[in-house]
């Protein structure tokens, strides 16, 4: 089992649209947790932390589920500009990062 | 204020060769992450240094080898060079520990072995 696992999509949705994105993750020690966002042919880019009792930022919501060992985002009135690749980050503690392989989304007009 | 800065931006070696990968934090930031991202997958954790000792390794061959300096800049060395070590090379920085903070992350620098 991977370490942290994301549905790799592809995710077409139009534009406007509300779309989810879930990922989990194996070790329950883990104590952080992030969404990047990453181009095509470009280096990731923070989008979000993820805290424990969830947080939104805009048309962006994170949330965290301890017990099941998961995390979510949320992308509201999705823009034409949203496309990307959307990677899970897990934090394992100390000095260890695993992201995700990536879930693609294409919004279309 | 700069960002992360990694240099070379592109690279060609061929196989047998070794390579040298550069990377400049942004100010301020203690901890320097190497990362390896192949097409269609997510970056793969290489090395992480803090205040120039190395504090975490990913399963990766002793080819590979980096360190960070006095002014925490930092350099991944990659000998013997495969077909297989062709990617993308992304190194990222943070305050501290990258475990527990977000990190911001160069441009890479796109490994091509012949």
């Known amino acids: 089992r991977k370490e942290v696992e994301q549905d790799p999509g592809p995710f077409n949705v139009p534009e406007g649209a509300t779309v989810a994105f879930n990922c989990t993750y194996s070790?329950?020690?883990?104590?952080?947790f992030f969404w990047y966002r990453q181009d095509c042919r470009k280096e990731p880019k923070l989008l979000m932390s993820?805290?424990?009792s969830g947080n939104e930022d805009g048309r962006f919501t994170a949330q965290l589920n301890r017990a099941s060992q998961y995390i979510s985002l949320l992308i509201r009135d999705s823009k034409l500009s949203d496309s990307a690749t959307y990677l899970c980050?897990?934090?394992?503690?100390?000095?260890?990062?695993?992201f995700g392989a990536g879930t693609r989304l294409f919004v279309k007009a | 204020d700069a960002g992360v800065t990694q240099s070379p931006t592109h690279l060609i070696k061929t196989r047998g060769q070794h390579v040298t990968l550069r990377c400049s934090p942004i100010s301020g930031h203690k901890s320097v992450s190497w990362y390896q991202q192949v097409l269609g997958q997510g970056p793969q954790f290489i090395f992480q240094?803090?205040?120039?000792?190395?504090?975490g390794r990913g399963n990766f061959p002793d080819r590979f080898s980096a360190r960070q300096f006095p002014n925490y800049s930092s350099e991944l060395n990659v000998n013997a060079l495969l077909l297989g070590d062709s990617a993308l090379y992304l190194c990222?920085?943070?305050?501290?520990?990258?475990?527990?903070?977000?990190?911001?992350f160069g441009d890479g620098t796109r490994l091509s072995i012949l």
């Open positions: 990222a920085s943070s305050l501290g520990g990258p475990g527990n903070q977000p990190q911001h």
């Open positions: 980050v897990v934090g394992g503690g100390g000095f260890k990062t695993i």
């Open positions: 070790n329950s020690a883990s104590q952080s």
């Open positions: 993820v805290y424990s």
């Open positions: 240094y803090y205040e120039k000792e190395e504090r």
